[in-house]
């Protein structure tokens, strides 16, 4: 097992476990397999901005999937946790806990580690509280008309449980 910060060059192969996530998956992100399908090199460059993509590899295989996203005008010390994926074969065996240890080592001056669930995601809400992540209280419609909502958890950088 290998874990891996991608680069804005890598932009092929995070396209590909991004649309094996979003296909694999489909009702736990926001975004969909047809439209991320569509993006230009270009979208996918653009995903590298204030972000951190990193993967956990078993040899060429790649079993684990996070962003790291730095968002403008909030604190230094913050970070948001976006596009959490693990090969449903790897599920439940501390790929995501790896993941997690890895970015918080990576980025050590992080503080506070935030992420929206969509509120239906019972795996994931179940897996962040195990990990140790507490909801903040925030909860919001999506603006796309599904009428899904999602909720909000905070991590402080702590160590993991
Ligand atoms: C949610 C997901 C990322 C969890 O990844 P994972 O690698 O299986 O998680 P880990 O093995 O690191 O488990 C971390 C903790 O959560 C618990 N957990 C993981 N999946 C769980 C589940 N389905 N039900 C209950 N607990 C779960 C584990 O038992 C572990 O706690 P423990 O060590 O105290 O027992 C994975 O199920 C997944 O990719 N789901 C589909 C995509 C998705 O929902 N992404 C999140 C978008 S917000």
């Known amino acids: 097992m290998e874990f891996q910060v991608l680069a804005a ?3 092929k192969l995070l396209r590909d476990v991004r649309l094996q996530a979003l296909k694999d998956s489909p009702g736990a992100y926001i975004s969909s397999y047809e439209t991320e399908a569509s993006w230009t090199e270009a979208s996918w460059r653009r995903s590298f901005a204030d972000a951190l993509w990193v993967v956990l590899r078993n040899g060429r295989r790649i079993i684990g999937l996070a962003r ?13 946790l976006e ?3 693990v090969e449903p074969r790897h599920r439940r ?3 995501m806990r790896a993941l997690l240890l890895y970015l918080t080592e990576l980025e050590p001056d992080v503080h506070n ?3 929206w669930v969509l509120d239906h995601n019972a795996e994931a809400l179940e897996a962040y509280e195990r ?3 507490q909801p903040t209280g925030e909860r919001q419609q999506l ?3 599904s009428g ?7 991590r402080s950088a702590v160590s993991i449980p």
Request: a negative charge; zero cysteines.
């Open 131 to 133: 990990l140790g992540f």
């Open 148 to 154: 899904r909502t999602e909720v909000r958890f905070r």
């Open 143 to 145: 603006t796309d008309s």
């Open 83 to 85: 596009a959490v994926w």
């Open 68 to 80: 790291s996203l730095r968002v403008e005008g909030r604190p230094p010390d913050e970070r948001h």
């Open 93 to 95: 065996t501390g790929v």
């Open 9 to 11: 060059d890598d932009w």
């Open 113 to 115: 580690w935030l992420l």
